[in-house]
């Protein structure tokens, strides 16, 4: 079975700084899909950015960008010019693209953000 | 567009009673999920739906039922509320090939 393992409960960046989230997962697969959802105190769950495991290419939203190594399995997430909207519950989460059971979302346990003024 | 929608956003059970929460969506998604959140757990599955009048278990299944009559609802049933189902609950949706879609949440304390 697949897992996902955020190795960094808690982390803190100042204003205006980058910050680098980490994310490793486990699977035999060799397609799949990762996830950064965002969930502020508001309690939402916000999708922040996806990666397709088939694509080199890293994934870029605006501030937030992806460090994807499909080899060591490795999905971080960087967040640059940290804002104080930024300060939430961050989870990596990994789902096959293949239906049925497979298709359910894998959280890992979430690190959550400070930011400092 | 509403998206998902969850309700009730906060309930209180007593131990051993029974209520439904409530979730729809208006996207036609034919996959639909129950997740629960506990502190430095993540979100869990307990029940999932890939389509109206198919269910299955998810990782932590016991002590809830869920039931798909139609595409667009996907109730949370518990039959007799436990202190250990204190949690903040939240359905999710998805077409294929889509992002998870996810609602508010319910903040449920069984006391």
């Known amino acids: 079975a697949q897992t996902v393992t955020q190795s960094q409960p808690e982390m803190s960046v100042q204003e205006a700084e980058t910050v680098t989230l980490s994310c490793t997962y486990d699977t035999s697969e060799s397609d799949y899909y990762l996830f950064w959802y965002k969930q502020p105190p508001s309690r939402q769950m916000i999708l922040v950015i996806r990666q397709e495991a088939y694509k080199q290419q890293n994934a870029t939203e605006n501030r937030f960008s992806v460090n994807f190594q499909k080899a060591a399995k490795s999905f971080s997430l960087k967040i640059s010019d940290s804002q104080l909207g930024d300060a939430a519950m961050y989870f990596c989460a990994y789902r096959s693209p293949f239906g049925g059971s497979q298709g359910n979302l894998i959280f890992g346990k979430g690190t959550k953000l400070s930011v400092k003024p | 567009n509403a998206g998902v929608t969850q309700t009730p956003k906060f309930q209180v059970l007593k131990t051993g009673q029974s209520m439904t929460l409530q979730c729809a969506q208006d996207?036609?998604?034919?996959?639909m999920s129950w997740y629960r959140q506990d502190p430095g757990m993540g979100l869990r599955l307990i029940h999932y739906?890939?389509?109206?009048?198919?269910?299955d278990q998810g990782e932590v299944p016991n002590g809830y039922n869920v039931s798909r009559s139609t595409t667009e609802d996907f109730p949370l049933r518990l039959l007799s509320a436990a202190p250990s189902q204190t949690s903040v609950y939240f359905c999710?949706?998805?077409?294929?090939?889509?992002?998870?879609?996810f609602g508010n949440g319910t903040r449920l304390t069984v006391t």
């Open positions: 999710a949706s998805r077409g294929y090939n889509s992002p998870l879609h």
């Open positions: 996207m036609n998604h034919e996959y």
């Open positions: 739906s890939v389509g109206a009048g198919i269910t």
